[in-house]
């Protein structure tokens, strides 16, 4: 695998990290196997890519080949896809055998600061940037969603509402203040604003990346740094 292919993330939840034992376990359909009481909230069809931003920019520093299925439950979101391009990422499915040929990645809630909007604009779909905090460097790896502007309003709406949920009933996860419990209890039931790109979620854990090389890999000639306050490139 080349250096400039692989997909950062964090550990313990590196997207294709071999020993990450947390990592999301597929059946023989090569769908998410749920944890022991977690609720499955819906399944989309999309493509993703991996971005590390900046204070003024982002990079995508990969990009699959080719659609993933997204899963989305009351705990995390899981994705899984066919990647030649990429590393493999180990997916077992309930017996704990290999999967061969396929990429998956996980972000539980804990994790996510913040959700970018990005409108579709001429050439470009839309897209939803879930961003993370790292520890030790001013850089935040996002994981995009793409699809049609219509799938990721969707997609906005049941994060923000499910990554709300999520820590305020999870106490022992995630300390919150008042006013951040209130900030939470408000998206659980508030619609979002038609022209609202960017959604705060307090109460995030920052994650930590799996290696350096993840903070300072150099990057490819072909990558272009993208703005997302404008969605151009």
Not at 25 to 47: I, T
Not at 181 to 189: E, F, P
Not at 201 to 209: A, H, K, R, Y
Request: proline fraction near 8%; glycine fraction near 6%.
């Amino acid at each position: 695998m080349h250096d400039d292919a692989s997909p950062f993330f964090i550990a313990p939840h590196r997207f294709d990290a071999v020993d990450d034992e947390a990592g999301p376990v597929l059946d023989r359909r090569h769908e998410l196997v749920p944890e022991n009481g977690e609720r499955v909230l819906g399944r989309h069809r999309l493509d993703v890519a991996g971005y590390l931003l900046g204070p003024s920019e982002a990079w995508r520093r990969w990009a699959l080949p080719a659609a993933v299925t997204l899963t989305v439950t009351d705990r995390r979101m899981a994705y899984v896809g066919r990647g030649s391009q990429l590393a493999l990422v180990g997916a077992r499915h309930r017996r704990g055998a290999r999967l061969p040929g396929l990429v998956s990645g996980q972000i539980r809630w804990q994790w996510p600061s913040r959700l970018e909007l990005l409108p579709a604009a001429e050439g470009r779909p839309a897209r939803l940037l879930v961003v993370c905090d790292a520890l030790r460097t001013i850089q935040q790896p996002a994981l995009a969603l793409i699809a049609s502007a219509g799938q990721v309003d969707e997609l906005a709406r049941q994060l923000r509402r499910v990554v709300a949920t999520f820590r305020l009933t999870r106490p022992e996860l995630v300390d919150l203040s008042p006013p951040e419990r209130d900030v939470l209890s408000r998206l659980t039931i508030v619609a979002p604003r038609a022209a609202e790109a960017r959604v705060l979620l307090p109460g995030s854990l920052p994650v930590e990346f799996h290696s350096r090389e993840d903070y300072y890999r150099p990057r490819h000639v072909d990558q272009m740094p993208y703005d997302a306050a404008s969605g151009q490139r």
